[in-house]
């Protein structure tokens, strides 16, 4: 929220609650219009969000602590990109190299750009990636664990911890599906994360061969689903599989999480809960920036009233049955 005049703090708090009692207004409307029941799964913790808006849409056990296997490597990636740079050179280490799963197939001394390590770990999920990307950016693994940690509380991912930057088995390594869509809706808000893991395949130097690799993106999404741009699969035993996936249609997205499913029903399962999620809702934008809301008297303050101007588009996402009779409401709150 901004202002045509300069404003004081009075104003400033005034426009803040203003600001939430929109949204309030919008979001506790009577109850929806039926919508047909989320589609059966086999994945046990399941959500679908709305990437803009963050709304969750459906879910079934979405705070269950369970283990992700590589979907790990979405918060990886998310930090590298955030505290790396793109041509950063990193030097594969022994430890690095020689990681056990996984692998982009590096080889110990063999350098890559952090673009192509990223590459290598969303395409290939590539463990030797994940393991030299957190000793280029934490200047230790441990470090950079700590760094994915405090990340995951600042978005709110509050059941997660993180005990590697692979996803390897550990009993203190887990997330819930609920998280992990909200760590997938930070990581795909970026251009350069989103170009990665769209990418079905990609070439890189290979320099202990003299040549190039192919990296093929293990997510068949890519190729099966209608507007898939992402995000990141995972397998271990005990997790079984896992997957973040991402779709877009128009202009929503939607962020769809499914953990400990089997088989090929992990992609079923993403491909019948963003069906679902098309079919049903749809996004509106109430306030566009730049929209002037109300004029506001002032009292004791430098002018006698301000308008308050919309800094940002607010949008929300509705069932498709009421998106045509939504009403936007600005109304001051009586003062406390």
């Known amino acids: 929220m901004r202002y045509s005049q300069r404003s004081t703090k009075l104003c400033q708090h005034f426009a803040t609650v203003l600001s939430f009692f929109i949204c309030w207004v919008l979001l506790h409307q009577p109850a929806m219009a039926a919508i ?32 992700m ?9 998310l930090i590298a990109l955030e505290k790396g740079s793109l041509d950063d050179t ?10 056990e799963g996984s692998s982009m197939y590096t080889s110990p001394g063999e350098s890559y750009s952090l673009e192509e390590m990223l590459y290598g770990l969303m395409l290939n999920s590539g463990n030797d990636a994940a393991w030299a990307l957190a000793e280029h950016i934490g200047g230790s ?15 709110g991912a509050v059941h997660t911890h993180f005990a590697n930057p692979s996803g390897l088995p550990d009993p203190q390594h887990y997330s819930t599906a609920r998280d992990l869509a909200l760590i997938a809706k930070a990581a795909m808000e970026r251009e350069d994360f ?12 290979w320099p202990v061969k003299d040549t190039d690799k192919l990296l093929i993106n293990h997510n068949r999404l890519l190729w099966r689903y209608e507007g898939a741009d992402g995000i990141k699969t995972g397998y271990t035993n005990e997790a079984r599989q896992c997957l973040v996936a991402s779709a877009t249609r128009g202009d929503q997205r939607l962020i769809a999480v499914v953990l400990k499913s089997e088989g090929n029903s992990v992609w079923t ?7 679902w999620g098309f079919a049903n809702f749809a996004n509106r934008v109430l306030v566009r920036a730049g ?27 509705l069932p498709k049955d009421e ?3 939504v009403q936007t409401v600005v109304q001051e709150l009586p003062a406390s």
């Open 194 to 205: 989103r170009r990665i893991v769209s990418t079905k395949a990609r070439n890189v130097p």
């Open 36 to 67: 047909p029941a989320l589609p059966t799964v086999e994945g046990e913790a399941i959500i679908l969000i709305d990437a803009d808006t963050g709304q969750v849409l459906g879910a079934k056990n979405p705070d269950v602590k369970l283990p």
């Open 141 to 155: 693994v441990s470090s950079f664990v700590e760094a994915m940690n405090e990340r995951a509380r600042e978005l």
């Open 291 to 317: 929209d002037e809301l109300e004029t506001v008297p002032v009292e004791r303050g430098v002018t006698d009233s301000i308008v308050a101007i919309a800094d940002r588009d607010l949008k929300v996402t």
């Open 323 to 325: 998106i045509d009779q």
């Open 69 to 77: 296997a590589s979907t790990t490597k979405i918060m990886t990636a």
């Open 269 to 275: 399962d993403a491909e019948q809960l963003c069906d």
């Open 90 to 99: 990193i030097t594969l280490s022994e430890e690095a190299a020689l990681q």
